[in-house]
């Protein structure tokens, strides 16, 4: 079976479960399952950028996503709607 995942296989921990051609990833936090699916982002200028502490006017920061056509970033991942927790993959 062909996993399909937002997230590489080596980063999915060994409780996911596969339903049908989805790898299902388990929260590090509760172990419920988590949905995949992608943060986006508008801009234009830099496009998605880590930033180890806030700063005005969002200045410096390192780019984890370039902008498309239409200025938007996405960034594949899965979320925990229970604990509210991201895990992306850049």
């Known amino acids: 079976m062909q996993c399909v995942s937002p997230l590489p296989l080596s980063l999915i921990p060994h409780r996911s479960l596969f339903i049908g051609e989805v790898a299902m990833v388990n929260c590090p936090s509760c172990s419920k399952p988590m949905a995949p699916g992608f943060l986006g982002s508008e801009s ?10 806030r700063t005005r006017l969002a200045m410096g920061g390192e780019e984890v996503g370039k902008p498309d056509t239409w200025g938007m970033v996405y960034i594949p991942g899965h ?3 229970e604990c509210k927790m991201l895990v992306l993959q850049y």
């Open 44 to 53: 234009f200028i830099g496009g998605s950028k880590w930033f180890l502490e």
């Open 79 to 81: 979320r925990c709607r």
